[in-house]
């Protein structure tokens, strides 16, 4: 089930994942991320092998190696993406140096939104890691890190998150008003434009502060979600689900339960590009050069199938119930995924024979 | 009060501060360490302008400057102490340089143990803070950082909480057992004995782990709980604090709501060192210079004065409610502190006027 990769994954709105582990925690429905971790580590692996310049990084006389995963949420999947970064860290660094190579100490900070629950984090940590800890709160669109202290940089299906909805589509007096859509369909050419402006900021924001934070010739690993080149993104499947979604919104305000006002408000702060889309703006912003670059379709389709409806809500809940909270009150949070839950069974959607591929972008950034 | 500023500091027990900032909470109960933290700001400023090697410290091209705070609670006291030392270094470091002085970074590392409320530490974080901000969960009985790393280091009113109860003194079979007590009074030799040497081991694993985190140069603010030399803990303030403390478990003993076994094992793992006691230990150690050791004793009398009994046991519960829980169970929280509130008020027990000055030790150690 495309959709979910990006359903559950860490927001830089003030919106944060379900913390603790009670069975609608996104702790434990973070299964398909999981899938992801696993389908990139090869990748991983091998840009870390070609990519990674370790005679300039390490200069100091101590080996420090520090690694930053921004918008990480409450694992356990950012666990297993540092894990296979620090490995492949440690075969490039005996591959360079045989048995004499010198040990190295490596530092985590783990970053997400203020709100995350970095309790639940701490918690969960593995006991036994190859690494010092640390978490770190705040938005990724700005300064987190002091200059020049990070190696590699890591972002997995959080970029697409936008700092925030563009004004101009909750706005009933605007060209760009998003009325009756919760997201960007892409269809709209006023609407498309508010979003896909947004995310250009966010981007140039996001990439300024990362090159300030990055050492020369330090590593950004990006995973976020996509759409294939020429594709809107109502055509594949997580718009599918958006509309599957927003329908729920419909059903609620046609039982009074929330204003057609508040309905018609509720927009996504969501943003998928395509490849090409992407490409333009980390050349415009110019400071860190393209390693690679790829778009995964197959790992995400592998992983669609979910066993039956509750475990498909739990999964759903666990990366909307903020989202649902913030925009229409704590109050409705039970009523709307009943409402989700009953139309599922209904309608019998099954969301990845319901629209076209959606893709998974991976990138290879090297600071200049 | 003297007691209460070890009362409700940051344990390395899993026990912690009690987090949120309810009424009951440590954030709202700590003002006799904000009293703490004033007294010792120009100490603070006077020891960075006189002790820190700026030119030593700073040798790298970008300039960041690392401060980590071992046993930071959930704030805001440890933002004021931060915030104070970053104010000396700036001073130190324009004094040194002028108005050609380069704009230094600050990087600011809370660790607390892994069940302190992070959540609400970062929370309260101040919005417009001069230095980056992350939280380092686990025991500082142990390694946090990456070696030489830590340009400062700042413990207050933390060090007195041992790794743990010795054993010795829990075990009805061992001449340590520390039976009708909860402290170490330093009246009974085996017992005063058990926790001396637990004292002892602690302070060592503390400074050594230290010793690799910080730089060369570095310096280590510490400020703990202690007795004049030759004054045993039972004869002081704290002491009889919790004589009286203890007495309500007895109570609860005698009531039946907690058992004498339970009662009998219940003691806290703290030690109130004397400033020759530590000034041997750390010279021992061997790896960190005094370069100034002071006995506080004012300015935590001048505090002593709580306006009635609810504010009173709302203090001491922040502190304590953490030790209760874990030892005696939850359900008996309520209980405890309906019978020492009841009793407190009977006895009309002044803690000020019934045993001898506590002191704080207040060190500038330098790593070698």
Known sequence: MEMAVEETK????????????????????????????????GMIIQAIANKLDMEKLCTDSYKTFQIADFGCSIGPNTFFSMQNIIEAVEQRHHADHGNSATTLEFQVFFNDHLSNDFNTLFQALPPSRPYFAAGVPGSFYGRLFPTSS?????????????SKVPEEVVDSSSP???????????TEKEVAKAFSGQFENDVETFLNARAEELVGGGLMVILMGGVPDGISLSQTS????????????????????????????????????????????????????????????????????????QNHISHIRAGTEGLIKLHLGTEIVEDFFECYAKKHVETRFVFA????????????????
């Open 238 to 309: 997580i718009g599918k689900f958006y509309d599957f979604f927003g329908s729920c919104l419909v059903d609620l305000t046609k039982k009074g339960l929330i204003s057609e006002e508040k309905a018609n408000s509720f927009n996504l702060p969501l943003y998928f590009p395509s490849a090409k889309e992407l490409k333009t703006l980390i050349e415009r912003n110019g400071r860190f050069s393209i390693e690679s670059m790829d778009e995964i379709v197959e790992q995400v389709k592998s992983a669609h199938a979910l066993p039956n409806t």
């Open 10 to 41: 860490s927001l830089t709105q003030p919106i944060t994942m379900k913390g603790g582990d009670g069975p609608l925690s996104y702790a434990r429905n973070s299964s398909f991320q999981k899938g992801v971790v696993d389908a990139t580590k």
């Open 353 to 368: 024979e319901n629209g076209a591929d959606n893709t998974l972008i991976f990138m290879i950034l090297k600071r200049k």
């Open 176 to 186: 760009a008003w998003n009325k009756g859509s919760i997201y960007c369909t892409g």
């Open 150 to 162: 990070i190696h590699i940089g890591h972002s997995s299906s959080a970029l697409q998150w936008l």
